[in-house]
């Protein structure tokens, strides 16, 4: 499967991005798909989740700031991003993965997408 996210770029502290993610092929509701982000200097973290039965999970650091859905029709996964903060700054990828595991885990995906600029300005 190959993934495209998109829907990056500068947004001031307290304002709201939408991140979007498409995947090819036709198995995508069979995927679990997670986003993780990188901020230079620093290794790539979880960020959030959501299986095949749409359930999701978060990190700490975003829960109630952000939601990660799913459109299987449209084979799209999207992060809302609530509340931003300069700290969110950083390189979002999306992933995908058929492998039963931990879906905050790196080493549970087996597809990611290139990756999409987030910077939040203070």
């Known amino acids: 499967v190959q993934l495209q996210a998109s829907g990056g770029g500068l947004v001031q502290a307290g304002g709201s991005l939408r991140l979007s993610c498409a995947a090819s092929?036709?198995?995508?509701?069979?995927?679990?798909m997670g986003w993780f982000r990188q901020a230079p200097g620093k290794e790539r973290e979880f960020v959030a989740a959501?299986?095949?039965?749409?359930?999701?999970t978060y990190a700490d650091s975003v829960k109630g700031r952000f939601t990660i859905s799913r459109d299987n029709a449209k084979n799209t996964v999207y992060l809302q991003m609530n509340t931003l903060k300069p700290e969110d700054t950083a390189v979002y990828y999306c992933?995908?993965?058929?492998?039963?595991?931990?879906?905050?885990?790196?080493?549970?995906?087996?597809?990611w997408g290139q990756g999409t600029q987030v910077t939040v300005s203070s």
């Open positions: 959501i299986t095949s039965s749409a359930v999701s």
């Open positions: 092929g036709r198995t995508f509701s069979s995927y679990g």
């Open positions: 992933a995908a993965t058929q492998a039963r595991g931990w879906l905050n885990l790196l080493s549970t995906y087996n597809y």
